[in-house]
């Protein structure tokens, strides 16, 4: 159904809905949001321009349709479901934009984009958009205390888990983590019954009793060693692997002294798993991740298991980074306009996943093809994957058919990739893909 309505939407019109198609194939093509280089000429801008401020075009049915094709895919899987928060700053760019507010600094011009990433929990693989909440801010903005969660922007990180288990009601079960901001009592008094939580604590809360939180585990046990791969850091620290104590309890936290809603239960149980590095870099700072869950922790099999499962949220940094400065450079974009700008970092975003999808099957992958192309399509891709086959087995696709690897290694030789050498980046993997096109491979049937 998804393919008959375009792959952002069908908009009320099947010409936008072949127009939404393109746009995001162009950004695939070119990794840029950039109109003028995705409309290729001054016809193809002003169509592109048309689409983006039409009102029938709305980033709801544009998150809908992406998150309609996410949940095929989460049917029947363990899902982590990453959200986070990036912020789109406009500085020294704020020339002639209308409708933005003020970013994180409080003066310059910019956005926030909060959307939740599915994430396979035992491929790691990255599904796609389960929900988007993009949003300015204003200059007035009241105390924090003097308003209820839901006229704060951090209501944003139970309405995520709100989606996730409306959106992903078929999965076999979802486990919704999150780092230091979404550390909200509320947050885990009010999650949905289908979903399991994992957060990074930021508040040394008071706990049942008079104890405090993050004096809690000195009088556990050691429950094991293990290595953690610890990603790059926003600043630019270097991935690296750190070896970690750790500990694991039940906690009872007790309900902030200034909630707004005194309705929240006083107390709740929850389980905290501390993962403290030992013999830390010299030059940085060790790793300290003391992880708050729903999830039951009662042996180092499932204290192990709850670092994995929070580590996957960097898949969403990967996201980010893809959509800003170190890919599409989101920031740079001349478009004017808060409205369409919502709707082409949305379309940036699918765009992003889409990429990451293919680069991370390149080394095999038992995702279906599917994650990536409708499945009216795969007749196109084998014909076309026959043409690039060699006699000898080290020149024939090693992946089984219709798998997410298989269409990975016919759209990276479509690219140019030698399989003898390396294996393909995002760059070979856009050039193949509109290699792909430009051998008739049909992108929609609108």
Same mark, same amino acid.
């Given at each position: 159904?998804?393919?008959?309505?375009?792959e952002?939407g069908?908009?009320?019109?099947?010409?936008?809905a072949?127009?939404?198609t393109t746009? *995001?194939?162009?950004?695939m093509?070119?990794?840029?949001?950039?109109?003028?280089k995705?409309?290729g000429d001054?016809?193809?801008?002003?169509?592109?321009?048309?689409?983006?401020?039409?009102p029938?075009?709305t980033?709801?049915?544009i998150?809908?349709?992406?998150?309609?094709?996410?949940?095929?895919?989460?049917?029947?899987?363990?899902?982590?479901?990453?959200?986070?928060?990036t912020e789109?700053?406009f500085?020294?760019r704020?020339?002639?934009r209308?409708? %933005?507010?003020?970013a994180?600094?409080?003066?310059?011009?910019g956005?926030?984009?909060?959307?939740?990433?599915a994430?396979d929990?035992?491929?790691?693989?990255?599904?796609?958009?389960?929900?988007?909440?993009?949003?300015?801010?204003?200059?007035?903005?009241a105390?924090?205390h003097?308003r209820?969660l839901?006229?704060?922007?951090?209501i944003?990180w139970?309405?995520?888990?709100?989606c996730?288990a409306?959106?992903?009601?078929d999965?076999?079960?979802?486990?919704?983590?999150?780092?230091?901001?979404?550390?909200?009592?509320?947050?885990?008094?009010?999650?949905?019954?289908?979903v399991?939580?994992?957060?990074?604590?930021?508040?040394?809360?008071?706990?049942?009793?008079?104890?405090r939180?993050?004096?809690?585990?000195?009088a556990?046990?050691?429950?094991?060693?293990?290595e953690?791969?610890?990603?790059?850091?926003r600043?630019?620290?270097?991935a690296? *692997?750190?070896?970690?104590?750790?500990r694991?309890?039940?906690?009872? *936290?007790?309900? #902030?002294?200034?909630?707004?809603?005194?309705?929240d #239960?006083?107390?709740?149980?929850?389980?905290?798993v501390?993962?403290r590095?030992?013999n830390? #870099?010299?030059?940085?700072?060790?790793?300290l991740?003391? %992880?708050?869950?729903?999830?039951?922790?009662?042996s180092?099999?499932?204290?192990q298991?709850?670092?994995?499962?929070y580590?996957l949220?960097?898949?969403i940094?990967?996201?980010f980074?893809?959509?800003?400065?170190?890919?599409?450079?989101?920031?740079?974009?001349?478009?004017?306009?808060?409205?369409?700008?919502?709707k082409?970092a949305?379309v940036?975003?699918?765009a992003a996943i889409?990429?990451?999808?293919?680069v991370?099957?390149?080394d095999?992958?038992p995702?279906p093809?599917t994650?990536?192309?409708?499945a009216?399509l %795969? #007749?196109?891709?084998e014909a076309?994957g026959a043409?690039?086959?060699?006699?000898?087995v080290?020149?024939?696709?090693?992946?089984p058919r219709?798998?997410?690897a298989?269409l990975?290694?016919i759209?990276a030789? %479509?690219?140019?990739w030698?399989c003898?050498y390396?294996p393909?980046?995002?760059k070979?993997?856009?050039a193949g893909w509109t290699?792909a096109?430009?051998?008739s491979?049909?992108?929609?049937?609108?």
């Amino acid at each position: 159904m998804r393919h008959q309505c375009g792959e952002l939407g069908y908009f009320g019109d099947a010409r936008r809905a072949a127009v939404g198609t393109t746009l *995001i194939e162009r950004v695939m093509e070119t990794g840029s949001l950039v109109v003028r280089k995705l409309g290729g000429d001054r016809a193809g801008e002003m169509a592109l321009h048309r689409f983006l401020a039409a009102p029938s075009v709305t980033t709801v049915e544009i998150v809908e349709t992406l998150a309609v094709r996410t949940a095929a895919a989460c049917a029947g899987r363990r899902i982590v479901v990453a959200q986070d928060t990036t912020e789109i700053n406009f500085a020294g760019r704020e020339e002639r934009r209308r409708g %933005l507010g003020p970013a994180g600094d409080g003066v310059s011009a910019g956005f926030f984009i909060h959307p939740l990433i599915a994430i396979d929990s035992e491929t790691e693989a990255v599904l796609g958009v389960v929900g988007a909440r993009i949003w300015t801010r204003t200059d007035e903005i009241a105390p924090t205390h003097a308003r209820a969660l839901e006229d704060k922007e951090s209501i944003r990180w139970l309405e995520g888990a709100e989606c996730a288990a409306a959106c992903l009601a078929d999965a076999a079960s979802v486990v919704v983590v999150a780092d230091r901001e979404g550390d909200i009592y509320a947050s885990f008094a009010r999650r949905p019954a289908a979903v399991d939580l994992i957060v990074r604590a930021a508040q040394d809360r008071a706990l049942h009793g008079g104890k405090r939180l993050f004096a809690a585990p000195s009088a556990w046990p050691e429950l094991a060693r293990t290595e953690v791969r610890v990603a790059p850091s926003r600043t630019g620290g270097r991935a690296r *692997i750190a070896t970690v104590v750790l500990r694991a309890g039940p906690v009872v *936290i007790s309900r #902030p002294r200034h909630a707004s809603d005194r309705s929240d #239960p006083p107390q709740l149980t929850l389980h905290m798993v501390e993962a403290r590095e030992i013999n830390g #870099p010299a030059d940085g700072q060790p790793l300290l991740w003391r %992880l708050l869950t729903t999830l039951p922790v009662t042996s180092a099999a499932d204290a192990q298991e709850i670092v994995r499962l929070y580590r996957l949220r960097w898949r969403i940094e990967e996201i980010f980074r893809s959509l800003k400065s170190d890919g599409m450079r989101l920031e740079e974009t001349q478009m004017h306009f808060a409205g369409r700008l919502f709707k082409l970092a949305l379309v940036g975003l699918a765009a992003a996943i889409r990429t990451m999808q293919l680069v991370n099957a390149r080394d095999g992958s038992p995702r279906p093809a599917t994650d990536v192309i409708d499945a009216a399509l %795969l #007749p196109a891709a084998e014909a076309i994957g026959a043409t690039l086959e060699g006699r000898t087995v080290r020149q024939q696709n090693p992946h089984p058919r219709h798998s997410l690897a298989w269409l990975a290694w016919i759209i990276a030789r %479509l690219g140019g990739w030698n399989c003898y050498y390396k294996p393909p980046g995002p760059k070979t993997m856009r050039a193949g893909w509109t290699a792909a096109r430009q051998q008739s491979w049909p992108v929609s049937d609108t």
